[in-house]
C-alpha cells in the first residue's frame, strides 16, 4: 500500500472525495502549512490532509472564529499540535480525505482563502507535531469493488444491486430535500442534474445531508458504495419522517457549502 507524509488539517467536520471545501484559514500554524502549499511548483497537486477531529477536540485550534475574524494567539503559548496531547493521532478519526488545494489566495492582513477538492481517502498511520504545522503519513484507501462473487455474472449482479440502491437513494434524498426546504414535494422541480454514478452519489448524499459529524465519518469509512447507501437510504428516509412531524423550517440551500474557519 503506498504511503507518503502530507500536512494535516484537522476540521471538525469530514471531507469527501470529489466534493469542494472553502477554508477561511487565519490560525498561524496553518497559515504556515498554505505558505508552503503555496510555494509549491506550480505543475505539482498542492495536496494536504482533512481529518474530522475526534470528541469535539477542536478547541485544540486555537485562533478560530467566522470568516474574517482577524488571527488570534494561543493564549497557552502552545508549540503547533501541542494542544492535541502527547500522542496527537488519537485526537482525530483515522480515516481522513486528501485535498487538491485549486486556489490559495493570501489576504493583505496575512490570511488565506483556500477552495480544495477532496480526492482520495486515506488512513492515518502518524502524525508529527514537531514542525511549524502538523504533518501525517498516511496511506491511500481504495474502495472495495463490493462484489461479492469472484465470477462475471456476479459482478455484474452486485453492480445492477449498488446502482438500484444508488436511484433510491437519489429519490429519498430530493423528497429530504424538499422536506427540509418546507416546501411541497409537488410543487418543486427537482433542480439541478444529480450524478448517476453510485459511488458519486454515495459521496454527494453523505456531504449534502445534515448529519453530525460522527455519522458522517462513519459513511466516510464505509468499505464500499453498496455499505453506504444503503445507510444513507435508512438515514434519509428516517429524517425524512422527522422533519414531516416538525413545524415548517426555514429554506436551506444545500448547494451551498459553508467556509470552514481555522
Known sequence: MTTARLPLFP?????????????????????????????????????????????????ALTGTGMPGSAPAPDPAGRA???????????????????????????????????LATGTTR???????AG???????????????????????????????????????LRAFRSYRKRLAGADERSLTTGAELPDDPLVVSYLVAAATVLDVPVKQRLLQAPDAATRLRE??????????????LPSLPAVDLTRSPTHPN
Open 131 to 169: 514542525g511549524p504545522f502538523l504533518t501525517a503519513e498516511v496511506e491511500e484507501v481504495p474502495e472495495d469493488p463490493g462484489t461479492g462473487e469472484g465470477d462475471e455474472a456476479g459482478a455484474k449482479r452486485a453492480d445492477d444491486e449498488t446502482r438500484a440502491l444508488a436511484e433510491s437513494v
Open 80 to 114: 503547533p499540535g501541542e494542544g492535541f496531547g502527547p500522542d496527537p493521532v488519537q485526537s482525530f478519526h483515522r480515516m481522513g480525505c486528501v485535498a487538491d488545494a485549486a486556489k490559495i489566495r493570501e489576504r493583505a492582513d496575512g490570511s488565506y482563502e483556500v
Open 122 to 128: 486515506v488512513r492515518l498511520l502518524s502524525v508529527d
Open 11 to 59: 476540521l471538525n467536520a469530514v471531507l469527501f472525495p470529489g466534493l469542494v471545501l472553502p477554508l477561511d484559514v487565519f490560525e498561524e500554524r496553518y497559515r504556515a502549512m498554505m505558505r508552503e502549499l503555496a510555494g509549491a511548483d506550480a505543475d505539482e497537486p498542492r495536496r494536504f490532509v482533512v481529518v474530522a477531529i475526534r470528541d469535539g477536540r477542536e478547541t
Open 232 to 245: 444513507e437510504l435508512a438515514l434519509l428516509r428516517g429524517e425524512t419522517a422527522l422533519i414531516r412531524h
